[in-house]
């Protein structure tokens, strides 16, 4: 999966679907460094080594190519799916975050795609990075909390 | 593409660690008894009366007490109304024969039963080090996970059982009730089918086979099943028992963000819940709103309304976009969304007239909706944030000068 990827080639490959109002044929792009995509954010690992740490829970798995869920759509809302070329890449998860933003931790050695229904699909080039959740300020209570955007 | 070939059911055993290939399966059973409980808290539909009666006439004679009367009433409200206009709490009281009359015999003997089955429950507890810490990891992962990892089946159960429950119905469905009676009714107040979660619990240990509960327990479990799973609220007094029908409408979406199927009421033009006699609520993600903020929000109603989260509600009813422009809001800071050509972040404060005042980031979706267009949407942010980039920058936990070298967003 490291040639140049269109949306229909990996919805092809991985039988995950997205809208079909996207465009289909345009290539996917891939970024070495930090992007975002709807409520998900892909950090280089570097700029967050220092707050997001694996624990003693954490365990890796293996991305298949079918995808690993990152956010489940039993949550409401579109899932996010993971995918990338089986036994290249792992996906560890619950890690350690002060800030609870962070999902898990992506390391890859190809490159990895982010698969959303709304939002397309964007290309992860090889590295390591933690992949976290979008948050607001809560309101209208005593005192400030947050709680996660979901779109 | 699951790999794993199913294994026989009859395989299960007692406990989910002792073999990985097993735990998956009795967890998604866990799930699905729950969502079978789920339904019945969520169920509009008239009552079973005579199951009902059937089992509440069991409980009086189990504490001592003859069959009472029974008198239906179309909703909890109108069960509180009856309560109070025929006086029938005001011989309960704390002192002399409180603990005495029928309502508190109930609820000790359910309580002291599960008082038990706990007991026989922790007996199989796991060596986890720290229990509450497992339950809280089990909270965020699906069943499946947490048994792979090790997590002991009762932290899973507690939390995809009993807490999911508890959320959904409980401190969701029955709180909004509530809201809808006096804040004293008299009595003991049951909540019939929002009650779910504390059968549910039990009746999962006992379907899985995990706990041998004793013979009067199983029997009060399947009197308490049989009341929840057939009416609504009931309060119980001497002579009489007042049952309140079950909704007639009551509608939920998922709890974003939550993987144990909770739910909270919603419905974005319509009363979430309603009951025959005409007792309704509105309520916008959960939040309990005036009808005006689904039938017709305006600009003036927003700013005249002084709770911030009916005016959120409201707000996003009309779009932040026509709500910005048409109130008139104060831009603080404006930059070029990073990773996102083309379009700005901006950041507004909004004072509610009151003394109190909110930053709000408005942005733009990274990608197209179906018509083309792109979808602004608002988002609160910490009030000593004053610029669009580090407002960006704190929404998803880091600093400004990092968020600005973002690539690319959709």
């Given amino acids: 999966m490291n040639s140049i990827m269109t949306l229909s080639d990996l919805t092809a490959l991985t039988g995950l679907d997205v809208f079909d109002y996207l465009d289909q044929e345009v290539s996917v792009p891939v970024i070495d460094g930090m992007q975002a995509q709807g409520d998900l954010i892909v950090v280089p690992y570097s700029l967050v080594a220092e707050i997001v740490t694996p624990g003693p829970w954490t365990r890796s798995e293996n991305v298949p190519l079918s995808g690993v869920v990152l956010l489940r759509s039993a949550a409401g809302g579109n899932p996010h799916s993971l995918v990338a070329d089986e036994g290249m890449c792992m996906w560890s998860t619950p890690v350690n975050d002060p800030r609870r933003l962070a999902l898990g931790i992506l390391d890859t050695r190809v490159t990895a795609y982010l698969i959303h229904p709304e939002h397309g699909a964007t290309g992860i080039a090889p590295g390591r990075y933690v992949i976290g959740r979008q948050r607001e300020r809560g309101v209208g209570r005593f005192f400030e909390r947050t709680h996660f955007v979901v779109d | ?410």
């Fill in chain 2, 1 to 410: 593409m699951s790999t794993a070939p199913l294994r026989p059911v009859a395989a299960r055993r007692a406990t989910f660690t002792d073999n990985n290939d097993h735990s998956a399966e009795c967890m998604f059973g866990v799930g699905a008894v729950r969502d079978a409980w789920l339904g019945h808290g969520l169920r509009a539909w008239p009552s079973d009366r005579t199951t009902a009666e059937s089992a509440v006439e069991t409980l009086y004679r189990r504490s001592g007490f003859r069959e009472p009367e029974f008198v239906w009433v179309p909703s909890p409200p109108a069960g509180s109304d009856l309560i109070a206009v025929e006086g029938l709490a005001t011989t309960l009281s704390f002192a002399g024969d409180g603990v005495a009359c029928v309502s508190s015999r109930i609820a000790t003997m359910l309580s002291e039963s599960r008082r038990r089955m706990d007991t026989l429950i922790a007996r199989g507890r796991s060596d986890w080090p720290n229990e509450r810490r497992a339950i809280e990891t089990a909270r965020t992962q699906s069943p499946d996970d947490s048994a792979r990892v090790g997590i002991s089946p009762n932290a899973i159960i507690r939390a995809a059982v009993w807490d999911s429950l508890r959320t959904s119905l409980f401190d969701g469905v029955a709180a909004a009730i509530r809201t809808l009676m006096p804040a004293v009714v008299g009595g003991v107040t049951w909540y019939g089918q929002q009650e779910a979660h504390r059968v549910a619990f039990y009746d999962t240990y006992r379907r899985f086979g995990l706990a041998r509960f004793r013979s009067d327990d199983v029997e009060l479990l399947d009197l308490h099943t049989a009341v929840t799973g057939a009416t609504g609220w009931w309060w119980a007094f001497d002579n009489v028992c007042v049952m309140a029908e079950r909704p007639t409408a009551l509608h939920t979406e998922p709890i974003p963000g939550r993987v144990h199927n909770e739910r909270r009421l919603h419905h974005p033009d319509a009363p979430a819940l309603e009951f025959e006699d005409g007792h309704l609520l509105f309520v916008h993600h959960g939040t309990i709103v005036p009808d005006w903020v689904v039938l017709e929000p305006t600009v003036e109603r927003i700013a005249r309304e002084r709770n911030v989260e009916v005016r959120r509600c409201a707000i996003e009813r009309i779009g932040w976009d026509t709500y910005i422009d048409e109130a008139g809001l104060a831009l603080i800071d404006r930059a070029d969304d990073p990773g996102n050509v083309g379009h700005t972040l901006q950041l507004y404060v909004i004072s509610d007239g009151w003394g109190r005042s909110d930053h709000i980031l408005l942005a733009v979706n990274g990608s197209p909706e179906r018509d083309g267009r792109r979808r602004r949407y608002g988002i609160y942010v910490p009030t000593r944030i004053s610029s669009a980039l580090d407002a960006a920058a704190w929404t998803y936990g880091i600093n400004g000068t990092d968020y600005a070298r973002l690539v690319r967003r959709t």
